[in-house]
């Protein structure tokens, strides 16, 4: 009998390797290890044996049997992997093919991008370089170092974004604190400009924002002086809106600038005659400036009785809502596709 049981689990093998398909596989295993199939018959006649004998041949019985289901399991194993390999041969999708009739996502520059690279080109084209400084800056840069002591009231006419747990850092009020940081990095004689995002702790409506975007410039060399300030702003100006357009400075006080400007050019819109846009002023408001303080100067390693400059800043989120009627400053940090697909 112990034969018969090598001889069936020989012939069990030998019939798997053959066998290619989950059906077949499934008959096979009736024939051989079903309720009638052969290894039952073998098990049958064992009944026939003495009590000694049988026990023997039980014990072999079981190796065969366990000996053949392994190899029926290893080969359903087979050939589900082989299957699922077929499967997926025949089933491949490429992530990466254009989808037919759907329209394709390429987006556009947003319009605050745009102005600030249109700018970038021109000042480039005046010997300018574009520089860049930390959103999250050190509160020596913000205001310190522009003249703005720690007890100064003009602290207050920037709403700012302290950080918590960092009472020296602040989320930078205005590109200003690059002017410094220029001056360090590149030395003078000096032209730079730098545009950038700024945050100012507002409550927020139509033209407050906590997170905007201004175009920092400044010019030091030997012998700068504001006749110098008013041939780059009106350059400026005329590229923006038109070469009939005018610039009208007047003084105001900022810290880091001595005489202090504030800057207007006539209104795009009405040509200066006055209308709802200016309100009825003929002059929109777009840049602060001036002469740099000697103190910043000194803060800049720079010595204001051989140098002096120039310094103004462009409020770039301004310049982008005169330029396209934008009347709600806040569509332009929302992120409404809706919005940003119209430039
Ligand atoms: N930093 C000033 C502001 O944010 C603008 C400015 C820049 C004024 C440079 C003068 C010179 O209001």
């Given at each position: 009998?112990?034969?018969?049981?090598?001889?069936?689990?020989?012939?069990?093998?030998?019939?798997?390797?053959?066998?290619?398909?989950?059906?077949?596989?499934?008959?096979?295993?009736?024939?051989?290890?079903?309720?009638?199939?052969?290894?039952?018959?073998?098990?049958?006649?064992?009944?026939?044996?003495?009590?000694?004998?049988?026990?023997?041949?039980?014990?072999?019985?079981?190796?065969?049997?366990?000996?053949?289901?392994?190899?029926?399991?290893?080969?359903?194993?087979?050939?589900?992997?082989?299957?699922?390999?077929?499967?997926?041969?025949?089933?491949?999708?490429?992530?990466?093919?254009?989808?037919?009739?759907?329209?394709?996502?390429?987006?556009?520059?947003?319009?605050?991008?745009?102005?600030?690279?249109?700018?970038?080109?021109?000042f480039a084209s005046m010997g300018f370089i574009?520089?860049?400084?930390?959103?999250?800056?050190?509160?020596?840069?913000?205001?310190?170092?522009?003249?703005?002591?720690?007890?100064?009231?003009?602290?207050?006419?920037?709403?700012?974004?302290?950080?918590?747990?960092?009472?020296?850092?602040?989320?930078?009020?205005?590109?200003?604190?690059?002017?410094?940081?220029?001056?360090?990095?590149?030395?003078?004689p000096l032209r730079a400009i730098?545009?950038?995002?700024?945050?100012?702790?507002?409550?927020?409506?139509?033209?407050?924002?906590?997170?905007?975007?201004?175009?920092?410039?400044?010019v030091?060399?030997?012998?700068?002086?504001?006749?110098?300030?008013?041939?780059v702003?009106?350059?400026?100006?005329?590229?923006?809106?038109?070469?009939?357009?005018?610039?009208?400075?007047?003084?105001?006080?900022?810290?880091?600038?001595?005489?202090?400007?504030?800057?207007?050019?006539?209104?795009?819109?009405?040509?200066?005659?006055?209308?709802?846009?200016?309100?009825?002023?003929?002059?929109?408001?777009?840049?602060?400036?001036?002469?740099?303080?000697?103190?910043?100067?000194?803060?800049?390693?720079?010595?204001?009785?051989?140098?002096?400059?120039?310094?103004?800043?462009?409020?770039?989120?301004?310049?982008?809502?005169?330029?396209?009627?934008?009347?709600?400053?806040?569509?332009?940090?929302?992120?409404?596709?809706?919005?940003?697909?119209?430039?």
């Amino acid at each position: 009998m112990k034969s018969q049981l090598e001889q069936l689990k020989q012939a069990a093998i030998d019939a798997l390797k053959t066998v290619t398909d989950n059906e077949s596989l499934e008959r096979l295993r009736v024939e051989i290890l079903g309720r009638k199939g052969k290894m039952a018959e073998l098990m049958k006649q064992m009944a026939t044996l003495a009590d000694e004998e049988r026990k023997l041949v039980g014990a072999a019985a079981n190796e065969v049997k366990g000996a053949i289901e392994a190899a029926f399991a290893e080969k359903a194993e087979m050939a589900e992997g082989a299957e699922r390999a077929e499967r997926l041969s025949r089933e491949w999708i490429d992530v990466t093919e254009p989808a037919i009739g759907v329209r394709s996502g390429i987006g556009n520059l947003h319009p605050v991008t745009q102005v600030r690279e249109d700018l970038e080109d021109l000042f480039a084209s005046m010997g300018f370089i574009v520089a860049d400084g930390p959103e999250l800056e050190s509160e020596y840069f913000n205001f310190t170092a522009l003249n703005i002591p720690p007890t100064h009231p003009a602290r207050d006419m920037q709403d700012t974004f302290y950080i918590e747990g960092h009472p020296d850092m602040v989320m930078r009020t205005h590109t200003s604190p690059v002017q410094i940081r220029s001056m360090k990095k590149y030395g003078v004689p000096l032209r730079a400009i730098v545009p950038g995002r700024c945050f100012r702790n507002e409550a927020t409506d139509v033209r407050h924002e906590h997170t905007f975007h201004q175009l920092e410039g400044v010019v030091i060399d030997k012998g700068i002086t504001l006749s110098h300030m008013k041939g780059v702003l009106e350059t400026v100006a005329k590229h923006l809106y038109g070469a009939d357009t005018q610039i009208r400075l007047r003084p105001k006080f900022y810290p880091f600038v001595e005489p202090g400007v504030n800057g207007e050019v006539t209104c795009f819109l009405c040509k200066g005659v006055g209308c709802r846009l200016c309100k009825k002023s003929g002059w929109l408001e777009v840049f602060g400036a001036g002469m740099i303080h000697p103190n910043v100067l000194r803060e800049g390693g720079v010595d204001p009785d051989v140098y002096s400059g120039f310094a103004f800043g462009f409020g770039l989120t301004r310049l982008v809502m005169l330029k396209y009627g934008i009347d709600d400053i806040r569509h332009l940090e929302g992120g409404d596709l809706r919005f940003l697909k119209q430039f």
